[in-house]
Nanobody, 114 residues
Framework: QVHFVESGGGLVHPGGSLQLSCATN????????MAWYRQAPGSQRERVAGILSATGTKYIDSVKGRFTISRDYSSNTLYLQMNNLQPEDTAVYYCNTLSEMFDWGQGTQVTVST
């Protein structure tokens, strides 16, 4: 069963922006705190941003001030607005609950390169 469908990735130049989306079902979206994760080649998956409620958010230091996580309850969609992207942001991005409760989706590739 596919729980999460991520989209919005792509190839951008350093300094560019992307908005990622994650569609899921209402039973998950309305019940759990959600998060965005990323996995760069050769690295472990890491949590990038979490949203505990409509306004409670947390970010890793490297993306603070550049990334914004948000959620839309009307469409059961999680978003990640990414600004001033840098090459070190290159990774496959995934969404899941904050506790990584469900199987991972296919993710969406973000590549930041000149």
């Amino acid at each position: 069963q596919v729980h999460f469908v991520e989209s919005g990735g792509g190839l951008v130049h350093p300094g560019g922006s992307l908005q990622l989306s994650c569609a899921t079902n209402a039973s998950i979206f309305t019940r759990y705190s959600m998060a965005w994760y990323r996995q760069a080649p050769g690295s472990q998956r890491e949590r990038v941003a979490g949203i505990l409620s409509a306004t409670g958010t947390k970010y890793i230091d490297s993306v603070k001030g550049r990334f914004t996580i948000s959620r839309d309850y009307s469409s059961n969609t999680l978003y990640l607005q990414m600004n001033n992207l840098q090459p070190e942001d290159t990774a496959v991005y995934y969404c899941n609950t904050l506790s990584e409760m469900f199987d991972w989706g296919q993710g969406t590739q973000v590549t930041v390169s000149t």
